[in-house]
Each structure stands twice: as C-alpha cells, then as structure tokens.
C-alpha cells in the first residue's frame, strides 16, 4: 500500500506544483499576490470557497465525531453549513464593495485610524493560527495511519514546508486553483465513500438507520441517532448552544472565507460565489453522516480508536492503563468530553474496510490534498494581515515600496508557518474538527461583532470596534484556557466551547464602546458606506 499512496501523493504534488510555477508570473504585485488580480469568477469563487471552507475538520475531524457520538457529532454539519446563509446575507457583497485586501480594509473604510486596523490585524493572526493547527494535526494523523515509519512530527514539519512553497510563490491564484481541484477529489470521494456504505447494505436507507441504531459500544447496543452522546452532563445543553452559536457567526468572521471576495471582479460574482459554495458544500456535509455512521457500523469503533479526554487525564492514563476505562466513564459522567485525535482516521479506516488498501491510499491522498490546500489559503491570509494592515498601514501609513511589502509579506508567511507547526505539535492528540470549532468561537467574538456593526449601525465608532475586537478576543482565549479543552477536569470554565459567553462579551464591547466613545467621523462616513457597500460605487475593480 506504501507504493500506491507515494504514487497518489506524488500526481497530486506534481499537479499542484505546476499550477504554482503557472501561478508565480501572475503573483509579482500586492494585488495579484493578495487576490489573483480578482479575476476569479463567480462559479470558480464558490468552488474555491468550498474548498477552502471543507477542510481536515470537515473530512476527518466531523465523520470521527459521527461515527463515536452519532447525532451530537452531526451538529458540527449542521452549524457550518447554516453559517453560510449569514454569509450570503450579510456580509458577501458589502466586503466586496468595501474592502481591498483584507478585514482591516472594510472596518478601516468606516472607522479611519491605524489602532483598529492593528486589532483587525492581531484578530485575524489569532484566528487563522487557531485554524492551521487544526489542519496540520489532521496532516500528522493522515501521514502517520498510512506511513508508519513518519512520526507526526515531521509530518507536520513536511506539510508546513509545502504550504509555504504554494504561498510563497505562487500566491492567491495558485491557492485558489488549488482549493478548486481538492474540492472536487473531495466531494468525488466522499460521494463515492457514501455510495460504498450503502452498497453494503443493498442501499437501503431504512436497514442502513437500523444498523446505526444498533451499534456496539464496549458490550452494549448504542442507538447512534438519539442525541445525548457527546453533548451530556449538566453543561450538554449549554455546550451545544454555544457550538452553534459560535459556528453561524464565526463564518460571517473567518478571514480567510472573507477574504475570498477580494478576489471576484462584482459583487454579483461575490453572491454567486457563495450560492455555489452553498450547494457544494451543502452536498458534502450530507455525505458525513454516511461516512461517520458507516464507520461505526462497519468498522466498529474499537477499531477507530478509543475515546480519551482532556487534560490531565491523557498522562493518569499513560501511567494507569489499567484505570483508563473507569476513568474516561468517571470524567465523561461529569461531562468534561474532548473528541481526541484517534477519531481523525474513521474515513481512511472505513475506506480500508470497503474497499482495501488502494482505496485507502486514494482516499488519504485526498484528505493530504485537503490539509494543504486550506493551509495554504489559511497562510496567505495571515500573510497579507500581517504585511498590508501592520507592515504597510500601521508601520509606514500607507507609503512604501510595494516590492518591499512582499517580501514582507512571504516573510510573515514563513513566521506564521513556524509557529502553526510548533502549536500544531503541542496539541496533535486532539480532533480537528473540536479545535476548529473553537477557531470559530475566536471568529465569532472578535469579528463578527465589529463587521455587522460597522455595517448596520450609524452610531457606531473606534473605540466600539478597539473594545469590541479585544473583548471578544481576550475573552474567547482566556476561556479557552480555562475550559476542560486545557485544563481538564479541574477547569474553572465549564464548557468546552466559549461562544455562548464570549460573543456576548464582544457586542458588549463594541456597543457599549461605541455609546461612551462617539465619533462624529464615523457617523459622517456611514452613508458613504452605505452606499459603496451596497451599489459597489468606487470599490476596487
């Protein structure tokens, strides 16, 4: 199997790697690096959105928490694909009149001054290192199942190494034909996965819901579509909430989905964008109840791995593996339950038990091609903050050598891939789909906030979007930090999830801000918004 799956990496790096010397010639200004020139359509748009937004989280983080807690596990579909409709409401179209190059561009169009576009700046870093590390630990989990001589480690060194090469010579245009071709491997495979499942059980639906009704967990017979399996405890309801919360607005504030409409020539090419996104992504999220449950039911979680949990607990077991069983039921009765990496393998694992080891080494190339082509969007994004909102508007307000700025600008992508691999390393053990739930909290609570409300609100000032930015992102990582996800069963914040709190604190911020802090500036320039944001008059072409 080895030799097929270097075979299937190696078309797919030669591929990629075409595009990107295609891709380096067009890639020599701020604005072919940052947005392709936005010559990118409207169909080739939502099919780059859709590759960028069905990620390592989706693919194998979502199906992992389907095949081990059934119905809980598919709120995560749920929730991203929703997103979308706040998406296509809200913000598409008035990001593509308003902005050029970045988040901080649409906020800074409204509320002039270098200190909000510096927490624009510092908002988007966070949240799109949050995210790489979620795709680099799906890398290591991949590469590790089907190389077994590869320690995750230098998997996840090795897939660092080649999302810059995209970024770094290739640019915008590169990524985004490269998102386009995983798209489509991807929704062919999970098509073509969900096909095999229920061929296994003469593709019907009923006796397919019946066997998932009937799973075996540890000796009993588990209904994997009642609710309750993940989201339990006195905190269950609670935890589900704020996911849900924290998936419909975060999307409406990734920078890196936002940033996609920089790259379309109309905002009529921005909404069909994100109505083909919709529909590509939508078909997807259905296939992972059939890849999740037909894990469960034909693999068998005690293939997949086991559940383990958060915190201190991973060390007690390592030591006590013979207290791990009493423990994880001791800490799962009290609701502290973090999906661990284990869960990232049910796709591959389940294409080895359908359809043996030449699938598995397809279905792993696509997932590996998945990992790179959302890391890659991911660092050009935090690129671009970096260079165009620090670098050349805060540092040197507006004025300098362009050259100079890319090299800034690949410079930043180098630093940003250092650290996502050194983060990536200290949390490999967990789900990719979990961390990247809490990408969007982060999302949710620094930049959604501040987007709809410079957007909407006449009243709205500096000092409301400053207090808004860093609320919601102060607030979203200190309670991470304090959740079960860091500290185990002693956390000080009971959920696993902080939106439900810290999305709360951040329109707190931004209003309350905004009513103590007036400015006469922003108001005057709201009907200026207004009108760019919704006819496109002066925006960028």
Not at 107 to 122: K, N, Q
Not at 150 to 161: D, H, K, L, Y
Not at 366 to 374: D, E, K, Q
């Amino acid at each position: 199997m080895t030799q097929s799956i270097l075979v299937m990496f190696g078309v797919f790096m030669g591929i990629t790697l075409v595009i990107t010397y295609w891709a380096s010639g067009q890639s020599q200004t701020r604005r072919g690096f940052y947005t392709a020139n936005r010559r990118i359509g409207g169909l080739q748009n939502g099919w780059a959105i859709a590759g960028d937004y069905m990620s390592a989280a989706s693919f194998l983080g979502i199906t992992g928490l389907v095949a081990f807690y059934g119905f809980d596990g598919f709120m995560y579909s749920v929730g991203w694909l929703v997103a979308y409709l706040a998406v296509l409401f809200l913000v598409a179209e008035p990001m593509r009149n308003t902005g050029k190059y970045t988040i901080g561009d649409v906020i800074s169009f409204r509320l002039h001054g270098r200190s909000v576009r510096a927490i624009a700046a510092i908002s988007t870093l966070a949240i799109t290192i949050f995210y790489l590390i979620a795709q680099m630990v799906g890398a290591g989990a991949v590469v590790t199942l089907l190389l077994p001589g590869v320690s995750e480690i230098v998997a996840i060194v090795a897939v660092g190494v080649l999302m810059l090469f995209y970024v770094l010579f290739g640019g915008m245009l590169a990524t985004t034909w490269v998102q386009i071709i995983k798209a489509g491997l991807l929704l062919f495979t999970a098509v073509l996965l969900t096909l095999w499942v229920l061929a296994r059980f003469h593709f019907s639906l009923p006796a397919f819901l019946d066997a998932a009704a009937s799973v075996r967990i540890d000796g009993h017979s588990t209904n994997l579509l009642n609710p309750g399996h993940f989201y339990r405890g006195p905190w269950g309801a609670f935890n589900l909430i704020s996911l849900g919360v924290a998936l419909v607005l975060g999307t409406a504030g990734l920078p890196h989905i936002l940033m996609r409409f920089f790259t379309v020539p109309s905002a009529k090419a921005a909404r069909t964008s994100v109505a083909w996104a919709m529909v590509l992504i939508g078909v997807f999220y259905l296939t992972t109840s059939f890849i999740g449950l037909g894990a469960a039911t034909i693999v068998g979680q005690a293939h997949i791995g086991q559940r383990l949990y958060a915190g201190r607990a991973i060390a007690y077991i390592a030591r006590h593996p013979d207290q791990a069983r009493e423990l994880n039921q001791t800490l799962e009765h009290n609701g502290y339950v973090v999906p661990r990496r284990n869960s990232n393998l049910t796709a591959p694992l389940l294409a080895e038990s359908l359809g043996g080891p030449l699938l598995t080494a397809f279905v792993a190339a696509v997932a590996f091609a998945t990992i790179l082509a959302v890391v890659a969007g991911l660092t050009i994004t935090a690129s671009t903050a970096f260079a165009h909102d620090l670098w050349w508007n805060v540092v040197y307000n507006g004025v300098g050598d362009e050259r100079r700025n890319l090299i800034v600008a690949r410079a930043a992508a180098v630093g940003v891939g250092a650290i996502s691999i050194l983060c990536s390393v200290l949390l490999h053990r967990f789900n990719v789909a979990f961390l990247v739930g809490l990408a969007f909290a982060i999302a949710a609570s620094a930049n959604a906030p501040v987007i709809l409300l410079a957007l909407i609100w006449r009243r709205f000032s500096r000092v409301g979007a400053i207090a808004g930015m860093l609320c919601g992102l102060v607030s979203s990582l200190a309670l991470i930090a304090l959740s079960p996800v860091v500290m185990g069963k002693g956390a000080l914040f009971p959920l696993d999830n902080p939106g439900i709190v810290s999305i709360p604190l951040g329109f707190l911020g931004a209003i309350a801000g905004a009513l103590l802090a007036p400015d006469r500036d922003a108001a005057a320039m709201f009907n200026q918004l207004q009108v760019r944001a919704n006819t496109g008059i002066g925006a960028e072409v």
